[in-house]
């Protein structure tokens, strides 16, 4: 695993600027934590993973599919999982770099993990595309979740060294 420094957020290791009370921390699992309670949090999110990709040389185009998915899952999980927070990694793997998320959350939990998967389905009104289309736009997904046990979903993309 690779443990470089989170170039766009870091001043002490331990604090985010501009944050609140529910700021994203870095740990010493060298994942930087975020809450995802509010659609600020959604917000500050989105900037925390473009500037990742960025401080990674990600194309526009990667930093753009990342941010969606991300964006996406940061949404689902404010919606239908009642908040929860996004781990962010950097990551080494086979001569790549990359960037892993992943979005938790203790809501309800998905009984149909096939059904949620497939394009136009919501149990929300939504259009439902953003798990299927967050699968798309990412190099590697997974998806962990079973009624009454909440919902786990990571999302990497990678980069060539």
């Known amino acids: 695993m690779w443990n470089a420094a989170w170039p766009c957020c870091s001043r002490n290791g331990n604090e985010r600027p501009g944050s609140t009370a529910g700021r994203a921390v870095s740990a010493a699992d060298g994942l930087v934590h975020a809450p995802l309670i509010?659609?600020?949090?959604?917000?500050?999110?989105?900037?925390?993973?473009?500037d990742e990709?960025?401080?990674?040389?990600?194309?526009?185009?990667?930093?753009?599919?990342?941010?969606?998915?991300?964006?996406?899952?940061?949404?689902?999980?404010?919606?239908y999982g009642g908040g929860g927070r996004a781990e962010l990694e950097l990551?080494?793997?086979?001569?790549?770099?990359?960037?892993?998320?992943?979005?938790?959350?203790?809501?309800?939990?998905?009984a149909d993990i096939d059904l949620a998967l497939t394009d136009g389905?919501?149990?929300?009104?939504?259009?439902?595309?953003?798990?299927?289309?967050?699968?798309r736009l990412a190099d590697d997904f997974i998806?962990?979740?079973?009624?009454?046990?909440g919902t786990t979903v990571t999302i990497a993309k990678w980069k060539l060294f």
């Open 121 to 135: 389905y919501t149990s929300g009104g939504g259009m439902g595309l953003g798990l299927s289309g967050a699968r």
């Open 143 to 149: 998806l962990d979740s079973a009624p009454g046990k």
């Open 53 to 79: 990709m960025v401080a990674l040389k990600f194309s526009l185009i990667e930093q753009t599919k990342m941010v969606t998915a991300a964006s996406e899952l940061a949404r689902n999980t404010l919606r």
């Open 91 to 110: 990551v080494e793997r086979g001569g790549k770099r990359g960037i892993s998320v992943s979005f938790i959350d203790e809501g309800p939990g998905i």
């Open 38 to 50: 509010t659609d600020e949090d959604v917000v500050r999110l989105r900037k925390l993973v473009r």
